[in-house]
């Protein structure tokens, strides 16, 4: 029997039924990038084997050479409280833009070092709207979408008092006196990742929300229908 690969740190992703007890697994590993791995007797498996679970740091060996590859041996990395209410759907937010947005066979250290800093600030419930801002920034910079906070696309310094549109061929641009756009100290506040005051949080998620729109196409976001679900039950 041949030896079980290098353990390497990982999360799951998603995970959908496959045959009798195995699942197909999207994950986030450190060393790989995004992976699908077949993990067999996830689902009904023998006593005391682990399962797919998402949001908690696992240490895992895989063989296989093609796009889908095999779990050999799977361990736990430590144990996180689990994600409730809008950390848990927060969580399952990110997990849906990597499974979205990250090529297989690619290494992101950083994205995979910044997942794992928000999950765990989910997961100690800190203030949700900085972490996943913080995140979807770091996401477009490292897939090469990013853009400056602090220039326009002339290459002006952003100024507190002017107001600016943001363009996907472009960047940021002024708008005409007295049109509507994002005010200038919001940007720059984002860009000194200060989230105190409301009007950046509200800016920020807007304008996240289309930078990433461009590169998620048409198939709106499962995971956002259950913020607006949350929303309304709150208000029942």
């Not at 060393?31 to 006593?47: I, L, N, P, S, T």
């Not at 796009?67 to 041996?73: H, N, S, Y």
């Not at 972490?131 to 290459?155: H, I, K, P, T, V």
């Not at 200038?184 to 950046?200: F, N, P, R, S, Y």
Request: no cysteine.
């Amino acid at each position: 029997m041949a030896a079980a690969n290098p353990l390497i740190p990982a999360y799951v992703l998603h995970s959908r039924p496959y045959r009798d007890t195995s699942a197909l697994v999207d994950l986030l590993t450190l060393q790989e990038g995004r992976q699908r791995v077949v993990w067999r007797g996830a689902r009904g498996g023998r006593k005391g084997s682990l399962s797919p679970q998402p949001f908690q740091p696992l240490l895992l060996s895989l063989a296989g050479r093609g796009e889908l590859k095999t779990l050999q041996q799977a361990e736990r990395a430590g144990m996180l409280p689990a994600l409730q209410g809008n950390a848990l759907f927060s969580g399952m937010y990110l997990n849906e833009l990597l499974t979205r947005l990250l090529l297989t066979d690619e290494p992101q250290p950083l994205i995979f070092a910044s997942y794992q800093q928000t999950i765990q600030g989910l997961a100690e419930k800190q203030p949700l709207e900085p972490l996943l801002r913080r995140f979807e920034w770091l996401l477009l910079n490292e897939l090469g979408y990013g853009f400056s906070l602090q220039r326009d696309a002339s290459g002006q310094l952003l100024k507190a008092e002017l107001y600016y549109q943001w363009q996907a061929e472009h960047g940021l641009l002024p708008v005409a006196s007295g049109q509507p756009g994002i005010p200038g100290a919001a940007l720059l506040a984002m860009a000194a990742d200060d989230w105190q005051a409301t009007e950046t949080l509200r800016w920020g998620k807007r304008l996240m929300r289309q930078a990433l729109a461009v590169h998620l196409g048409d198939k709106p976001l499962l995971s956002r229908k259950l913020f607006t679900v949350s929303k309304e039950s709150d208000h029942d």
